[in-house]
């Protein structure tokens, strides 16, 4: 990882005393912004097997990432992997299954839409399952942000949490 692109995602250059409170909250948004996305390209090459986790945890602590954060980081490689994982076990959806020899029209018939549904439902749970393991990851990965964001206002949730509370139950009703 280049030092000078550790460097610049970890600094954030404190404001002088002619610029104001806004220009300094962006600079700060700037430079979580920068040095998540340096973070999450160490995620993407470290699920790549391009950095070893020890070279991992060296990085997202050169980007000046917290305990806290860096748990988060280390959290969404091993479920990327694992995800990564579970796609190489799913079963392979056949191709074709060969056709019984003297079959007649209707039990041909029969045969091609039996063999049909099959293979529509396998490829529909092979989707399903792989639809619910990326909302997984995305979720995960939308509450370390959120949990990370600076925040104008103290108080006793994380964004994450907040979010959570406001999540509408399914026994919900709108009046």
């Known amino acids: 990882m280049p030092e000078e692109e550790v460097r610049n995602a970890s600094t954030v250059q404190e404001g002088t005393s002619g610029s104001t409170h806004a220009s300094h909250t962006s600079d700060l948004i700037d430079a979580v912004q920068k040095r998540t996305k340096a973070c999450e390209k160490l995620v993407d090459e470290t699920v790549d097997g391009l950095w070893s986790y020890d070279s991992f945890a060296q990085g997202i602590r050169d980007l000046g990432c917290s305990l806290d954060e860096a748990k988060d980081f280390f959290d969404a490689v091993r479920q990327r992997i694992e995800i990564r ?18 079959l007649s029209g209707e039990e041909l018939e029969a045969f091609y839409r039996e063999r049909s549904n099959t293979v529509s439902d ?54």
Not at 90 to 97: H, L, N, Q
Not at 129 to 147: F, G, P, V, Y
């Open 85 to 102: 994982e579970a796609k190489s076990k799913a079963p392979v959806i056949p191709t074709r299954e060969a056709t019984p020899e003297g």
């Open 122 to 175: 396998l490829a529909r749970e092979q989707e399903r399952a792989h639809n619910q393991a990326i909302e997984a990851t995305a979720w995960a990965a939308l509450r370390s942000k959120l949990d990370h964001i600076p925040s104008p206002h103290d108080h006793d949730l994380s964004p994450s949490q907040a979010v959570n509370l406001h999540k509408p139950s399914e026994t919900s009703t709108i009046p």
